[in-house]
Protein backbone atom coordinates (compact mmCIF):
# COMPACT_ATOMS: atom_id res chain seq x y z
CA UNK A 1 0.00 0.00 0.00
CA UNK A 2 2.81 2.62 0.96
CA UNK A 3 4.59 1.92 -2.89
CA UNK A 4 0.96 2.94 -4.38
CA UNK A 5 0.94 5.78 -1.86
CA UNK A 6 4.41 6.78 -3.28
CA UNK A 7 3.81 7.03 -6.57
CA UNK A 8 0.73 8.70 -6.22
CA UNK A 9 3.12 11.24 -4.42
CA UNK A 10 5.22 10.91 -7.16
CA UNK A 11 2.54 11.58 -10.00
CA UNK A 12 1.27 14.88 -8.61
CA UNK A 13 4.73 15.40 -8.44
CA UNK A 14 5.19 15.16 -12.10
CA UNK A 15 2.09 16.09 -13.38
CA UNK A 16 2.42 18.85 -15.73
CA UNK A 17 -1.33 20.48 -15.59
CA UNK A 18 -1.04 20.68 -11.50
CA UNK A 19 0.90 24.09 -11.35
CA UNK A 20 0.14 27.51 -10.80
CA UNK A 21 1.77 30.39 -13.39
CA UNK A 22 2.11 33.71 -12.07
CA UNK A 23 4.06 35.90 -14.68
CA UNK A 24 7.58 34.62 -14.61
CA UNK A 25 7.23 32.54 -11.90
CA UNK A 26 5.71 28.82 -11.90
CA UNK A 27 4.44 26.88 -8.79
CA UNK A 28 4.25 23.24 -9.11
CA UNK A 29 2.33 21.25 -7.22
CA UNK A 30 4.16 19.02 -4.76
CA UNK A 31 3.40 16.32 -2.41
CA UNK A 32 5.05 16.74 1.08
CA UNK A 33 4.12 13.52 2.11
CA UNK A 34 2.78 10.05 0.50
CA UNK A 35 -1.07 10.17 2.20
CA UNK A 36 -2.15 13.24 0.56
CA UNK A 37 -4.30 11.61 -1.94
CA UNK A 38 -5.95 10.11 1.39
CA UNK A 39 -6.00 13.48 2.55
CA UNK A 40 -7.53 15.44 -0.45
CA UNK A 41 -10.30 12.67 0.06
CA UNK A 42 -11.43 13.93 3.14
CA UNK A 43 -11.76 17.65 2.25
CA UNK A 44 -15.43 18.62 3.31
CA UNK A 45 -15.41 22.58 2.71
CA UNK A 46 -13.81 24.90 0.23
CA UNK A 47 -13.41 28.62 0.81
CA UNK A 48 -13.33 30.47 -2.60
CA UNK A 49 -14.42 33.94 -3.77
CA UNK A 50 -14.70 36.10 -6.86
CA UNK A 51 -12.60 39.37 -5.59
CA UNK A 52 -8.96 37.51 -5.49
CA UNK A 53 -8.67 37.90 -1.63
CA UNK A 54 -7.80 33.97 -1.31
CA UNK A 55 -5.27 34.24 -4.18
CA UNK A 56 -3.28 37.67 -2.13
CA UNK A 57 -3.57 35.73 0.83
CA UNK A 58 -5.84 38.17 2.52
CA UNK A 59 -8.19 37.12 4.43
CA UNK A 60 -10.97 38.73 6.44
CA UNK A 61 -13.63 37.24 8.66
CA UNK A 62 -16.87 38.79 7.80
CA UNK A 63 -19.55 36.29 9.02
CA UNK A 64 -20.27 32.48 8.42
CA UNK A 65 -23.57 30.53 9.58
CA UNK A 66 -23.62 27.83 11.63
CA UNK A 67 -26.60 25.12 12.29
CA UNK A 68 -28.76 28.21 10.84
CA UNK A 69 -27.27 31.19 13.32
CA UNK A 70 -25.35 34.18 11.39
CA UNK A 71 -22.06 34.85 13.10
CA UNK A 72 -20.05 38.22 12.41
CA UNK A 73 -20.91 41.18 11.35
CA UNK A 74 -23.83 41.84 8.26
CA UNK A 75 -23.44 45.31 6.58
CA UNK A 76 -25.56 46.32 3.31
CA UNK A 77 -24.19 48.16 0.52
CA UNK A 78 -24.28 51.70 2.69
CA UNK A 79 -22.46 49.99 5.67
CA UNK A 80 -25.86 49.99 7.53
CA UNK A 81 -25.83 46.86 9.81
CA UNK A 82 -28.36 43.92 8.62
CA UNK A 83 -30.29 41.85 11.15
CA UNK A 84 -30.52 38.43 10.33
CA UNK A 85 -32.96 36.43 11.74
CA UNK A 86 -32.33 32.38 11.07
Not at 22 to 49: C, K, M, P, W
Not at 60 to 85: H, L, S, W
Amino acid sequence: VEIIRFIHSLWINYDQEMYYENGENSVAARAHTTTLNEELGQVQYIFSDKTGTLTRNIMTFNKCTINGICYGDVVDARGEPVEITP
